[in-house]
């Protein structure tokens, strides 16, 4: 079954330091999202992203993030200078067509650990 | 903010049908009912998605009532390894799905 793959599994950085965080989602998907989840809490949203451009962003989303997707294949997460509060799991996710009745799948996470 | 509200936690003994409700009462004619879990930490898993029809998948039912304000994900026979947080969730549209806090399934031995 295809499924979305994240790289790393696991970040430790040190604050102030720039983080890549990536994503391969599923082949012949188009849409392409970023949640991330603080420990204890709830997933949020982050970014969606289509026809190279976002598509619709939440607060959380601010001038520190950006996406982009550099090939036909990888789909990155950068964030420009980490903050402690930046301590999360980062999931990708995407999904094939914009449909409602469609299903968007999620990648199994990369940890960041900013110390 | 989520458009779903789900009891916090539940508990179901292993091999019990395991039935986890989900209110939705502001849902709109074209949002579809989506429902994920959450093993741990790893990510969200996909299990069933309905609109206003009761589905059924190798994984779980969905019960959506008649008026489409609420929804029950049935799990037949719950085995350990069903312990997980449910989360019940209502598409808008195309670009984002919103989670609510979802309900703590324990499956009890």
């Known amino acids: 079954e295809p499924e979305v793959t994240q790289t790393p599994s696991h970040q430790v950085t040190q604050m102030g330091q720039e983080v890549i965080l990536r994503c391969v989602p599923i082949?012949?998907?188009?849409?392409f999202y970023w949640y991330r989840q603080i420990l204890g809490q709830k997933v949020e949203f982050l970014v969606s992203?289509?026809?190279?451009?976002?598509?619709?962003k939440s607060e959380i989303f601010d001038d520190q993030f950006s996406v982009e997707r550099p090939d036909g294949s990888n789909f990155t997460l950068k964030i420009r200078s980490t903050k402690l509060e930046d301590s999360a799991m980062y999931f990708c996710?995407?999904?094939?067509?914009?449909?409602?009745?469609?299903?968007?799948?999620f990648g199994e996470g990369s940890w960041l650990t900013v110390v | 903010d989520a458009k779903t509200t789900q009891p916090p936690s539940m508990d179901c003994a292993e091999g019990r049908a395991a039935n986890l409700p989900c209110n939705h009462s502001?849902?709109?004619?074209?949002?579809?009912v989506y429902w994920y879990r959450q093993i741990h930490s790893q990510g969200p898993q996909y299990i069933i998605h309905?609109?206003?029809n009761n589905e059924t998948n190798e994984m779980a039912s969905l019960i959506i009532t008649e008026d489409r304000k609420s929804s029950t994900l049935i799990l037949p026979h719950a085995t350990l390894r069903d312990t997980a947080v449910y989360y019940c969730?209502?598409?808008?549209?195309?670009?984002?799905?919103?989670f609510g806090t979802g309900t703590r399934l324990k499956v009890l031995a």
């Open positions: 996710a995407s999904r094939t067509t914009g449909g409602a009745g469609n299903t968007i799948y």
């Open positions: 082949s012949n998907h188009l849409y």
């Open positions: 992203f289509y026809n190279n451009e976002i598509s619709e």
């Open positions: 502001t849902i709109s004619g074209n949002e579809y």
């Open positions: 309905g609109l206003k």
């Open positions: 969730i209502v598409s808008p549209g195309t670009y984002k799905y919103i």
